[in-house]
């Protein structure tokens, strides 16, 4: 066969039929539709059902219907009720009320929901009528109530009298009425661990917030590699201030190592770790770097879980940072087993005045080229309220196991630039689930309140 010869086939169309015939054939098929129709209908909406018998007729029905059943097909066709005459069994049995109320509710119940409707979580204000700032404990609940963290604890302190001015848990998914993450210590405090890091190396005078840190590798790790600094090292530096701003893993675990473990511990002390409280308030905050070793680099940056932090030991740092004075638990006066009921003075010393500033300026820079920096912005805060205030604070991460899940902090403060009396120390501890969907970062939340916080306290332009 020549191939290059070959020609395909014409299309030739599809001859239609008469007009006559289709329109037979639609009258049929409507006609086939129409009887399936009225069969339907009479099976669901057929006759009523026979009127009752009377009590002696009854009787004699039932018996028999008890008697004996035949083999025989068309005789039981055939018979009939003793009243109608109808034939007793039917190709199409006619559908009575029970039979429709039946359906009906088969058909409501595939079209309703499976699932039945959350709960509608009850509120109880009890408890935040009972704090010291109603509006900023009201504002803290309307967030945990909105951006429903797993779990979480939110924990705002006046830094001039260290009372407890607003707070708010949330856990078993609801908001708490009693803030019992307060003083639990199985919280690792992750990267604020660094604060005792350059703490203790400001305290040794051989390090300033600009001293230059060999920089190895990625920030958030931390390997054995990036602990070896090669003699004539030539590679990028970092200021201290910079990567506890940063927060940067290498760089501090090198301090930490350099400094040694007795300053860092002495440090910690300070700070209110390994502290037994009165009355356990809050519990103990456990700091226990070793000696020597990849161990005392990890508690340098707070890279293990050993390092545990409460959020009310978290808070008087913060507030003892700002006010330049020795550790104090913040107290309140209606949180019986929870917090202090009065101001209680601790033996623990104090930093140097240098050591105070240089703490304040790292915390700050945190807020102006750190890890708060994207979200504690305008981006989240009216521009005035930004303007007027010096904000500092510390961010960290880590997983965790008590709770499980995925660990995120911030502490810190804002201050009034025009009246640095007015000022606020806030403590923000969430949980995420690490399989699930995360909520607000802490540092959205922190400046959401922040910016709160400054348009209740803060004057009015014009005033």
């Not at 289709?22 to 129709?37: E, L, Q, S, T």
Request: contains cysteine; glycine residues 6%.
């Amino acid at each position: 066969m020549d191939f290059n010869s070959y020609q395909p086939p014409k299309y030739q169309p599809h001859k239609r039929l008469p007009y006559a015939v289709r329109i037979r054939n639609r009258i049929i098929v409507f006609a086939v539709f129409m009887g399936i129709c009225a069969l339907m209908g009479t099976c669901i909406f057929g006759e009523k059902e026979a009127p009752k018998q009377p009590a002696e007729k009854a009787d004699e029905y039932v018996e028999e219907q008890e008697s004996p059943v035949t083999n025989d097909v068309t005789t039981q066709a055939e018979q009939v009720a003793p009243e109608t005459g109808a034939p007793k069994t039917e190709l199409f049995p006619k559908a009575d009320s029970e039979d429709i109320a039946n359906m009906q509710a088969n058909v409501a119940a595939a079209v309703a929901p499976t699932e039945m409707p959350p709960e509608v979580e009850v509120i109880d204000s009890t408890h935040i009528k009972a704090q010291a700032d109603v509006f900023m404990a009201e504002k803290i609940d309307n967030l945990l109530r909105r951006f429903r963290p797993e779990y979480a604890v939110i924990l705002m302190v006046d830094p001039k009298t260290n009372e407890i001015i607003a707070w708010g848990e949330r856990r078993d998914n609801r908001v708490q009425e009693k803030p019992d993450y307060f003083i639990k210590n199985t919280f690792p405090a992750a990267s604020l661990a660094k604060t005792i890091t350059i703490a203790a190396a400001m305290e040794s005078n051989r390090y300033s917030l600009t001293s230059q840190i060999p920089m190895i590798g990625a920030s958030h790790t931390l390997y054995r590699n990036q602990l070896r600094v090669k003699e004539g090292f030539k590679g990028p530096f970092i200021e201290m201030q910079d990567a506890y701003a940063k927060s940067a893993n290498p760089p501090l675990a090198l301090i930490g190592m350099n400094v040694g473990a007795d300053r860092l511990k002495s440090a910690a002390k300070k700070l209110g770790y390994n502290m037994n409280f009165p009355a356990g308030l809050p519990g103990r905050s456990v700091y226990a770097p070793p000696d020597t070793g990849y161990g005392l680099a990890e508690a340098s940056c707070g890279f293990t879980e050993a390092t545990t932090l409460t959020p009310l030991l978290a808070a008087a740092q913060v507030r003892s940072i700002l006010m330049k004075q020795p550790l104090e638990i913040p107290w309140a006066k209606n949180l019986d087993g929870y917090a202090p009921k009065s101001r209680i003075a601790l033996e623990v010393g104090k930093f140097t005045e240098n050591t105070y500033y240089g703490l304040r300026e790292a915390m700050v820079r945190s807020v102006t080229n750190g890890t708060a920096r994207k979200n504690i912005s305008t981006r989240h805060m009216a521009r005035k309220n930004y303007a007027a205030l010096t904000i500092g604070g510390k961010t960290g991460s880590l997983d965790g196991h008590d709770p499980y899940g995925r660990y995120e902090w911030f502490m810190g403060f804002a201050q009034s630039k025009e009246n640095p009396g007015k000022a606020v120390v806030l403590v923000i501890m969430q949980v995420h689930d690490l399989q699930g969907v995360r909520s607000q970062p802490a540092t959205q939340v922190a400046a959401m309140l922040f910016n709160y916080w400054a348009h209740q306290n803060l004057p009015k332009q014009g005033k």
